[in-house]
């Protein structure tokens, strides 16, 4: 059974960085797409990002423009969200996802339903 653990979440000011990890096990993680979803009070889960299983073709959100970076290490079973410009409206919960066996319905797993293992999510909030 999948299991997927985030970290690296805070309180960091407007413009400041933090770079999220989630740890992966009980899963073949060089096989599968991974994404990151941010949820805010209130708000509907966000796509944020997802990488291919060989790390070769990442997707974002439009919200991101080129603020943030998906990366993997399949060596290590992890997955990377590097999150720079900050902003208050970043604030969220951050998840990881794994796709599910069924595969991505879309180019670039921005669903979801696309996704059949999840973390618990860590906090991240953006304010001075």
């Known amino acids: 059974q999948a299991h997927l653990v985030e970290s690296g979440g805070g309180l960091v000011q407007p413009g400041g960085s933090l770079r999220l990890s989630c740890a992966a096990s009980g899963l073949s993680f060089g096989d599968v797409t991974m994404g990151w979803f941010r949820q805010a009070p209130g708000k509907e889960r966000e796509f944020v990002a997802s990488?291919?299983?060989?790390?070769?073709?990442?997707y974002y959100g439009d919200f991101v423009k080129g603020r943030f970076t998906i990366s993997r290490d399949n060596a290590k079973n992890t997955l990377y969200l590097q999150m720079n410009s900050l902003k208050p409206e970043d604030t969220a919960v951050y998840s990881c996802?794994?796709?599910?066996?069924?595969?991505?319905?879309?180019?670039?797993?921005?669903?979801?339903?696309?996704?059949?293992?999840w973390g618990q999510g860590t906090q991240v909030t953006v304010s001075s």
């Open positions: 996802a794994a796709e599910s066996p069924t595969g991505c319905s879309t180019l670039g797993c921005p669903v979801p339903g696309d996704y059949g293992s």
């Open positions: 990488i291919t299983w060989t790390g070769r073709s990442t």
